[in-house]
């Protein structure tokens, strides 16, 4: 069987004592075994990693941007095959894969303008004969963490600003879909990074534990589900490392009385059960203003998913594949009884859904559910299928409480004629991404993604600018050349004892 090893320093890691098993979750079977390494693998990494960065760093931001250039080129040149990889471990549709892939790439494409970005600030005569100028420097050594829902954008998302910026940097991605960042880091080779710049070790706790203890490792770029989230940030932080983590989320479709229905069906039925459910920035709750509204979101919404098609990933027509893996499949279907149990009304149930020649995969049909409350735990924690909650809410004040006072405050949706009501929805909001008219409304690559409350720890956002900011660290220089003359501080009777001011 197919031995999915470790990527350390343009080789293959340490071999390992312990494996996890991966699934193809369209038909149920193993197809490949993980290695699961150690601190002793880790520090491989870090040891090659200390080799290669200050060679790096010391290179021209040019030079390291025509790498991105290099790569960007050679990912695109195979990305039908790389999508392919992709959806074999994960289960999304081909199509879902390459999207996965391409907004990765565009961070990709954010990152060959780095000389741009990185140019620091300069005060000309901040002082007498004074100058002060800033630099951004990379941090060293940074880490990435990331989770199965999407192994093409979230490593590109780190790695990207991580490597422009002239660090090294090290990716522990999702044991259940490990294969691609593989490819991603052999590619960067390719493309003309020095080894030991770009790593991929594979693990779970254990080695994600070795990467919060390691003390050369200075950064660490998190991003999952909330509880793990939590815990990596408070264990990152303790060992004194700058760490941002990305946790779960619940985002709401707030459906005004004026809205476009058809519309809004569409772009919920994609939002809410494309690539299963299995988004951070997925709608698994919609919330109706009025009854009017409700009663005729819920006639158009169940043909639509009826219509829906659920297949194999490489089915060019499904809309949605398997979810990814067998475990997951039981979590999901046990929050779909947790809902009935609590006394929503299963409108749609897509349990026991099952694909002819693909028994043993693991599909769920779409769920819909209706009359939703806040006190149900099935709409307090995030489920992370294709499963849609409806709440009703009676008026604008109402709908706008429910996601500022969800636990996750990931993304949120607005769909609305009126700009006046959008405008204030968007002010208020107590959530870090927000759509008008948008369902998904993942930020460009230029801008940065986030959430508030328990959707993340840290401050700093994930690629644009607040990427290059998470990856460096400034430096001011506050400059004075005397040239034994009038101007030199020194003899202009200034007393040094006394704390020096520009007044
Ligand atoms: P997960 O939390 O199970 O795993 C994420 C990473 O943590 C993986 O690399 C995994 O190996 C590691 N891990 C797992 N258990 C651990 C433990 N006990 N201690 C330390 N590390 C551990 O998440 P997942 O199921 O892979 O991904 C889905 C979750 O990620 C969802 O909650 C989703 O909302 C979230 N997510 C969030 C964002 C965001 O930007 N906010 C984006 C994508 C996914």
Request: aromatic residues 8%; glycine residues 12%; contains cysteine.
């Given at each position: ?6 990527f350390i320093?343009g080789?293959?890691g ?5 494996f996890?098993?991966v ?6 079977a193993v197809q ?7 601190a002793?693998v880790?520090?491989?990494a870090?040891q090659?990693a ?6 790096w760093?010391a290179?021209n931001?040019?030079r390291?941007?025509?790498?991105m250039?290099?790569f960007?080129a050679?990912v695109?040149?195979?990305?039908d095959e790389l999508?392919h ?6 289960g999304?549709?081909i199509?879902?894969s390459?999207?996965?892939i ?8 954010f990152?060959?303008?780095?000389p741009?970005v990185?140019?620091g600030?300069?005060t000309?005569?901040?002082?007498p004969g004074?100058d002060?100028?800033s ?7 940074g880490?990435?963490i990331?989770?199965f829902n999407?192994?093409g954008m979230?490593p590109?998302w780190?790695?990207?600003p ?11 991605p ?5 294969s ?10 390719e493309?003309?990074?020095p ?7 594979h693990?779970?706790k254990e ?6 203890d390691h003390p050369?490792?200075g950064?660490?770029?998190?991003v999952?589900s909330?509880?793990?989230a939590?815990?990596?940030y ?5 060992a004194?490392k700058?760490v941002?983590?990305?946790g ?7 459906v005004?009385?004026?809205a476009d ?11 809410a059960?494309?690539?299963a459910g ?5 709608l698994p709750?919609?919330?109706p203003v009025?009854e ?17 098609r ?5 089915d060019a ?6 979810v ?7 979590r ?11 006394g929503?009304?299963l409108v749609v149930d897509g349990?026991g ?7 043993a ?8 559910f209706?009359h939703?409350?806040?006190e149900?735990e099935?709409?307090k924690e ?8 409806m709440?009703?809410a009676?008026d604008?004040e ?6 500022s006072e969800h636990?996750?405050g990931?993304?949120?949706?607005i ?10 929805f968007?002010?208020r909001?107590n959530v870090?991404m927000?759509?008008?008219n948008v369902?998904?409304p993942?930020?460009?690559a ?6 508030w409350?328990r959707s993340?720890?840290?401050d700093t ?13 400034v ?11 009038a ?6 009777g200034?007393n040094?004892f ?5 007044g």
């Amino acid at each position: 069987m197919r031995v999915i090893d470790h990527f350390i320093s343009g080789r293959a890691g340490l071999p390992a004592a312990r494996f996890g098993d991966v699934f193809d979750p369209n038909s149920g079977a193993v197809q490949a075994r993980v290695e699961l390494g150690d601190a002793a693998v880790l520090d491989g990494a870090v040891q090659a990693a200390l080799k290669a960065q200050p060679g790096w760093a010391a290179t021209n931001p040019q030079r390291r941007a025509r790498v991105m250039f290099n790569f960007k080129a050679l990912v695109e040149a195979r990305i039908d095959e790389l999508a392919h990889l992709l959806s074999s471990e994960h289960g999304k549709v081909i199509a879902d894969s390459k999207g996965d892939i391409q907004r990765g790439l565009e961070v990709i494409e954010f990152c060959c303008g780095i000389p741009h970005v990185l140019k620091g600030e300069y005060t000309q005569g901040a002082g007498p004969g004074i100058d002060v100028y800033s630099m951004r420097q990379p941090i060293g050594i940074g880490a990435g963490i990331t989770p199965f829902n999407f192994p093409g954008m979230i490593p590109l998302w780190m790695c990207g600003p991580a490597i422009a910026t002239g660090n090294a940097f090290i990716i522990k991605p999702s044991e259940r879909d490990p294969s691609l960042p593989n490819v991603l880091a052999e590619l960067f080779l390719e493309a003309g990074l020095p080894a030991g710049i770009c790593q991929v070790v594979h693990g779970d706790k254990e080695m994600v534990d070795a990467i919060l203890d390691h003390p050369a490792i200075g950064a660490v770029s998190f991003v999952g589900s909330s509880e793990i989230a939590h815990y990596v940030y408070r264990r990152g932080v303790a060992a004194g490392k700058r760490v941002q983590a990305m946790g779960g989320a619940k985002n709401h479709g707030i459906v005004m009385p004026d809205a476009d229905l058809d519309q809004v069906v569409h772009d919920l039925s994609g939002a809410a059960f494309g690539s299963a459910g299995e988004r951070c920035m997925a709608l698994p709750v919609v919330v109706p203003v009025g009854e009017k509204t409700a009663i005729a979101l819920r006639e158009k919404l169940i043909p639509a998913m009826a219509a829906l098609r659920v297949g194999v990933s490489t089915d060019a027509d499904a809309h949605y594949g398997p979810v990814v893996t067998a475990a997951h499949k039981a979590r999901i279907e046990s929050w779909i009884q947790t809902g009935v149990d609590e006394g929503a009304e299963l409108v749609v149930d897509g349990r026991g859904f099952t694909l002819q020649g693909h028994e043993a995969g693991f599909f769920i049909g779409p769920t819909l559910f209706d009359h939703v409350t806040t006190e149900m735990e099935a709409y307090k924690e995030e489920i992370f299928g294709p499963v849609l909650q409806m709440v009703r809410a009676p008026d604008f004040e109402t709908a706008l409480r429910l996601p500022s006072e969800h636990q996750y405050g990931n993304g949120v949706a607005i769909f609305t004629r009126n700009g006046h009501a959008a405008r204030e929805f968007a002010a208020r909001v107590n959530v870090g991404m927000v759509g008008i008219n948008v369902p998904i409304p993942v930020p460009v690559a230029y801008h940065s993604f986030g959430g508030w409350k328990r959707s993340a720890f840290g401050d700093t956002n994930q690629h644009g600018m607040e990427g290059v900011k998470f990856w460096t660290k400034v430096k001011t220089v506050t400059q004075r050349w005397p040239d034994g003359g009038a101007n030199d501080l020194a003899g202009d009777g200034a007393n040094s004892f006394v704390i020096p001011t520009m007044g």
